[in-house]
């Protein structure tokens, strides 16, 4: 599967982006679909995942409440709706995708085998 994300853009402290994630192929609803990001000096850090179906998700803690992750698999599409954005949210975002069977340890980036390539979300004070 080969993923495309997009979304990002320069923002305002306090305001809301949503980031989208374009799976190639038939199978998307096969995946498991996670974001991630990396901000520069910082090692890559999980943001959200949400299983096939999409009847289980997980975030994490520092998003948790500002941040709803979607998909679409009719669309073949993951989306990250992130709002009251703050200044420590900027990063280059990644989506990713997870074969497994399971919704299982979905925050480890080892569980997911394709990336997309990256959309970068700047957040001004």
């Known amino acids: 599967v080969q993923l495309q994300a997009s979304g990002g853009g320069l923002v305002q402290a306090g305001g809301s982006l949503r980031l989208s994630c374009a799976a190639s192929g038939r199978t998307f609803s096969s995946y498991n679909m996670g974001w991630f990001r990396q901000a520069p000096g910082k090692e890559r850090e999980f943001v959200a995942a949400i299983a096939r179906s999409g009847g289980s998700t997980n975030y994490a803690d520092s998003v948790k409440g500002r941040s709803t992750i979607s998909r679409d698999n009719a669309k073949n599409t993951v989306y990250l709706q992130m709002n009251n954005l703050k200044s420590e949210d900027a990063a280059v975002y990644y989506c990713?995708?997870?074969?497994?069977?399971?919704?299982?340890?979905?925050?480890?980036?080892?569980?997911?085998?394709?990336w997309g390539q990256g959309t970068q979300v700047t957040v001004s004070s």
């Open positions: 990713a995708a997870d074969p497994g069977l399971w919704f299982s340890n979905s925050a480890s980036a080892r569980r997911y085998d394709y």
